[in-house]
């Protein structure tokens, strides 16, 4: 038996909205109206409420969210800023962009966040602020993190790109910092058919301070408070996205239950992700490690399987940061570059592929 096993396939995925995608894409071109209209405010208020939040404001994309929610802080220029060491470059980008100073923290081995021990020794009189990663839909241990931001007047902002509805101690991701930052590019659990974003946060005062900064700093046509940017979410993509937001907890419990799978048959030679047992991952991502990673993965594509690197060059090690940081001082982060490996865990999977997965991992 030879089956293929994509990692991820954007149609198929999409596949069971297609008839409300072109009902609503066909209401829109009849309207007209395709910036900052009802899809968008529709959307938002919808978003907010999942993520139990007040207020929610649609941008362009989540590296966009993170940057504007950074800015709506108000901080000196170039104040610190801690970030984990291993996450996708948009959160350190977020931080360089906004005119600070990205401070990196080594994770943890095995749930792949940042290591809460190891904060405290970086901070300094210039650091103002946490960024939490949630990374592979996995919660940051919330309870500490604020604790140690509260205890050191920082404020708490979460990365919550990868981990749409993923709760700790019951209380959603998203809701726990100052601010949050989603993420909504094609592949993430709740995917827009193109780039889309979301800053949620339960401040007024953040909240209008994004809605100017998103819109050339207006709320009002011509007049401008300040000077702003152009990142607003389409009309379009909050439409598409409302249509898909009632199917994330559906989406969200198909993924875990293929990753309860993975955890209950992989053999013990592959490094399981571990999950806060105070915490519920979405699983956006099922991330092993194995020191065999590279011969497993060509090992899994001769026998027709799909995987995936997140990510497989350590941050402080990207060229785009050269001389920046030193890669030995991030062992962990380089570590789990090398040893990392995703395997299949897209809606549009049956639990028989993933069976199958398993039964061809365990012969390597
Ligand atoms: C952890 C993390 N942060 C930020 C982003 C940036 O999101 P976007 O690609 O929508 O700009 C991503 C997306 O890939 C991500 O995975």
């Not at 509805?165 to 998203?174: C, H, I, N, P, T």
């Not at 100017?212 to 401008?224: A, E, F, V």
């Not at 789990?336 to 809606?347: D, G, R, V």
Request: hydrophobic share 40%.
């Amino acid at each position: 038996m030879h089956i293929e096993i994509a990692y991820e396939d954007l149609a198929k995925t999409n596949h069971c909205f297609r008839e409300d995608f072109q009902s609503i894409f066909s209401q829109t071109l009849i309207q007209g109206q395709f910036v900052l209209g009802q899809h968008v405010a529709d959307f938002e208020k919808s978003w907010a409420d999942y993520c139990q939040t007040r207020f929610a404001v649609g941008v362009n994309s989540g590296l966009d969210a993170l940057t504007l929610a950074i800015l709506a802080l108000e901080l000196p220029p170039k104040s610190e800023i801690i970030v984990p060491a291993h996450t996708f470059i948009a959160t350190v980008l977020s931080v360089l962009q906004a005119g600070h100073i990205p401070v990196l923290v080594e994770p943890e081995e095995h749930t792949y966040n940042i290591d809460h021990h190891r904060i405290e020794e970086k901070i300094t009189p210039q650091t103002k602020a946490l960024i939490a990663v949630h990374l592979y839909g996995s919660p940051c241990k919330m309870d500490a993190l604020k604790r140690i931001c509260g205890q050191h007047h920082l404020y708490l902002l979460e990365d919550a790109a990868q981990a749409h509805g993923a709760r700790f101690q019951g209380q959603k991701v998203g809701s726990w910092g100052d601010l949050a930052s989603f993420s909504f590019y094609p592949a993430k659990n709740l995917g827009a058919l193109g780039d889309a974003g979301a800053v949620v946060c339960h401040s007024e005062k953040y909240f209008q301070k994004i809605n100017l900064l998103r819109n050339y700093g207006s709320t009002q046509k011509y007049i401008h408070s300040e000077q702003g940017y152009n990142t607003r979410l389409d009309e379009l993509q909050a439409a598409f996205l409302h249509i898909k937001l009632k199917a994330l907890d559906r989406i969200n419990a198909h993924k875990n239950d293929l990753a309860t799978l993975y955890h209950a048959h992989l053999k013990e030679d592959f490094v399981k992700p571990h999950i806060l047992p105070e915490a519920e991952s979405v699983y956006h991502i099922f991330a092993i490690r194995h020191p065999q990673r590279d011969k497993l993965r060509e090992y899994l594509l001769q026998k027709g399987i799909q995987t995936g690197l997140h990510y497989p060059i350590a941050l402080p090690a990207q060229e785009a940061f050269l001389g920046k940081w030193n890669i030995n001082d991030y062992p962990i982060s380089k570590k789990i570059a090398e040893t990392q490996l995703s395997l299949p865990i897209a809606f549009f999977h049956q639990k028989n592929e993933i069976a199958y997965v398993i039964e061809i991992m365990n012969q390597f």
